[in-house]
């Protein structure tokens, strides 16, 4: 009927973004996929049952497995956004095919920051946060929290820093986003020059002595191998090449360096961007050199419930196998490969390219870069299967599309609880059962698992045990049961979700089954946080305080808190054996250093650059598919500076066509003096297909590449 932010969610409090307030259009539309699809000859879909479609899929993966070996799958996606526990369950599909193989959207924005987290931390996996909520100094770089929601509670947070003089806001963006209009200071910074930027700042902080020589002593080592090339920056060309006022960025960086609590925040403008290694790099260097990092209101390492990533180190060494892709030999960063060579590798002309793929929760032909590309080389898969709540772009091209139940419909969670001190989870519960035949991704995958021969449908012993030990707090004997089972046999490990699910999962309260893989995860979580879980009020020896918070988050249907660490605990999620923070990586010293011999991007042709994938009020990348949901910018416009309007003769609202080295689309134009001049912006997660109709631009069809 109504969709509210719930006043006891613990770390909310009631806040919920412009996205979540309109949820239903995503779930509730004449579009639900309803029951499997398996794709005929003529190219039309037929319903098809569960029983057929899993029947005949597992059949197809083990033809593939078996002729051409594992590595001929690949797992694209599995978990959007706010829903990762089915992610835990599809996994095992890949490690059922052998396969190494996991593509996703966070090796298309994020895996250079994971992979600079692993050269300063000692692991992909030490990934920092920022307390905005608590600095009296923030940088905001290439991101837009009002709108994109990226830092928690982002309006009313964004709302204190404005109104409270002692605290400074600081945005760097070609645009006048709704969160520069908020800030003290914004830097109207030229698009893709954030690395000169960055690197002007570092050369300032250290030129004037600045920087926090005793937190660098004590926490950091390498920085003499930095030192020499800040202190050689030419800080006013690096300035120009920005188009910024050189006085101006030098307040910035005294500011923050003389702030008591300074962070910094960045998101896609710098992440999908020129340079965005460096990038990652840089900003990491301002909170490092300047000691704001362990503290309050700084950026610090985080503890995590479910590990989204993993480590996985691309230097050959003794005990690593790297495993490289076919067509670009490219390595994993956090165990993920990068979407943008995923066709490449489907039209590999070797023997070892990928045959077959399966796609979740996300929908590549949309969202990754090149559309065309990915049409052109889904169609020559053998094995297209794809799970999704709606017939996406992506599912259109697929053999078999098996419906999901919405969010509202299973039990969920987001694993993106990054938050440090006090740290939560929320585990959601359905508020609706499946429309039609859709089921929930941890049912699809176990049955797909047992389909295949991989587990057995009965595990007699676990059932017995789960079924004579209710008593949700208490799950030892279970443990003992199903830990002695994986001792026996290890090929199960990789499937303990399933049996977990399958087993325990029945006695759960409220039919809470998909939650049974949070047990594991919790036992995980109180060996490596036990001192910051008790200090929430959990209670229990070694063996029931796992199962006390496993059994709240089962039954605290608000969500909970999970830890709350001391400060000083930063220090020991460090991976680094000396538990220092390592800020020499040589090749991006390099890189910072020779900034200036690159000539500058060329322009004659392309008199505009283009930011393809604006965050607005009424985008949410590809999830929301009837447009109706839309109460303003309906087409999704392109913004325009009116100089250049002017100067092209264009009005407001008027179509012009975008080209680009790719290709061309046509789009309506809105004039907003917010965009900088030369500059023009298109929003992400439009031009999707709602009965047969196109709604705005498809950006990556034609202008990203
Ligand atoms: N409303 C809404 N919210 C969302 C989403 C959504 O689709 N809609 N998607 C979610 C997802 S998946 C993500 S990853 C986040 C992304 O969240 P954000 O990164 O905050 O959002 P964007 O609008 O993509 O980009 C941020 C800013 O980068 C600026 N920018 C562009 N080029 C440059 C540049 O060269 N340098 C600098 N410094 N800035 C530049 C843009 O003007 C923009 O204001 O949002 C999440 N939240
Ligand atoms: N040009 C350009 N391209 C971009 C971006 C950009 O800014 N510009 N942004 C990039 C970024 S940051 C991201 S994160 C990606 C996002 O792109 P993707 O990773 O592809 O994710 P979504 O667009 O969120 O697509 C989610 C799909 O999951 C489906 N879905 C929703 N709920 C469920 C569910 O419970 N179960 C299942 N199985 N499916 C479900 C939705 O119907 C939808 O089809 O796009 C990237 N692409
Ligand atoms: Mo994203």
Not at 186 to 212: C, F, R, S, W
Not at 299 to 305: I, R, S
Not at 563 to 577: A, G, L, P
Not at 687 to 696: E, F
């Amino acid at each position: 009927m109504r969709i509210k932010g719930d006043p006891e969610h613990p770390m909310t409090q009631g806040y919920i973004c412009q996205k979540a307030a309109r949820l239903n259009h995503y779930q509730h539309h004449a579009e639900r996929l309803q029951t499997p699809l398996k794709r005929q000859s003529d190219g039309t879909f037929s319903p098809i049952s569960w029983d057929q479609a899993l029947t005949e899929i597992a059949k197809q993966l083990k033809s593939i497995r078996a002729q051409h070996g594992g590595d001929a799958f690949a797992f694209v996606g599995g978990g959007g956004q706010g829903n990762h526990l089915g992610g835990a369950y599809g996994q095992q599909l890949r490690h059922a095919m052998g396969s190494r193989f996991a593509y996703s959207a966070l090796a298309q924005e994020k895996t250079q920051d994971f992979w600079v987290n692993g050269r300063l931390f000692g692991d992909q996996r030490c990934h920092t946060t920022e307390d905005v909520e608590h600095a009296d100094y923030v940088l905001f770089i290439g991101c837009n929290p009002y709108q994109s929601h990226g830092i928690p509670n982002a309006r009313d947070t964004l709302k204190h820093i404005k109104n409270d003089p002692a605290r400074t806001m600081v945005v760097i963006d070609p645009r006048r986003t709704e969160t520069a209009k908020m800030a003290d200071i914004h830097l109207q910074v030229k698009p893709g020059t954030d690395a000169y930027l960055m690197t002007a700042l570092l050369a300032i902080l250290v030129q004037e002595g600045l920087h926090n020589v005793e937190f660098l002593k004590t926490h950091c080592t390498g920085f003499e191998s930095l030192e020499p090339i800040l202190r050689a920056v030419p800080v006013a060309d690096y300035v120009a090449r920005c188009d910024l006022d050189e006085a101006h960025v030098r307040e910035v960086a005294r500011g923050f360096a003389g702030a008591k609590r300074g962070c910094v925040r960045i998101d896609l403008g710098i992440q999908q961007t020129l340079h965005t290694r460096l990038n990652a790099y840089l900003e990491k260097l301002l909170y490092l050199v300047t000691g704001h990092f362990g503290k309050i209101g700084g950026n610090n390492l985080h503890a995590f419930l479910i590990p989204l990533i993993s480590h996985s180190d691309e230097r050959p060494s003794a005990k690593r196998k790297v495993k490289l892709t076919a067509h670009h030999r490219m390595f994993p960063i956090s165990g993920l490969y990068p979407p943008n060579i995923l066709p490449d590798e489907i039209e590999h002309p070797g023997e070892d390219r990928l045959r077959a793929v399966w796609v979740d929760s996300c929908n590549p032909v949309m969202t990754y870069a090149d559309s065309t590309a990915y049409a052109r080389a889904f169609g020559k898969l053998d094995l297209l299967v794809v799970v999704d709540v709606t017939l996406s772009e992506t599912a259109r091209l697929a053999h078999y599309v098996l419906p999901a139940a919405s969010q509202f419909e299973k039990w969920e969670a987001t694993g993106f609880n990054l938050e440090f001190p006090t740290n939560f989870f929320h585990l959601r519960r359905p508020i609706l059962s499946p429309m039609g035949d859709s089921l929930p991704e941890p049912e699809i995958y176990t049955r797909l698992l047992e389909k295949m021969g991989e587990i057995p449908s009965h595990f007699p012993i676990l059932e017995n045990i789960a079924r004579f030990e209710p008593n949700a707090t208490a799950h030892n004997l279970y443990l003992a049961a199903l830990i002695g089972r994986l001792k026996l046999k290890s090929d199960w490990v990789r499937y303990a979700p399933s049996i977990l699910y399958r087993t325990l999962g029945p006695h759960l309260p409220e039919g809470a089954a998909a939650g049974a893989v949070l047990l594991p995860l919790c036992i995980d979580y109180v060996s490596k946080h036990e001192k910051a879980v008790r200090r929430v009020g959990f209670t229990g020896n070694r063996f029931t305080l796992a199962a006390n918070l496993f059994n709240a988050i089962l039954t605290r249907h608000s969500g909970t808190l999970i830890s709350q660490h001391e400060m000083q605990d930063v220090w020991s999620f460090i991976r680094n054996k000396d538990g220092k923070i390592h800020l020499a990586i040589d090749t991006l010293i390099d890189e910072m250093g020779h900034l200036n011999d690159e000539p500058s991007p060329a322009n004659e042709d392309a008199p505009f650059i283009l930011m393809a994938g604006e965050r607005r009020a009424y985008n949410a990348n590809q999830i929301y598919r009837d447009p109706a949901w839309r109460k303003v910018d309906k087409e999704g416009a392109l913004r325009m500076h009116p100089e250049d309007a002017s100067q092209l003769s264009v009005a407001d609202g008027e179509n012009v066509r975008v080209t680009s080295k790719r290709g061309a689309i046509t789009v309506s134009v809105e004039i907003d003096d917010s965009v900088r001049r030369g500059m023009v912006t298109l929003p992400h997660g439009y031009g999707g297909l709602y009965q047969n109709q196109q709604h705005g631009p498809a950006i990556n069809r034609k202008t990203v590449h």
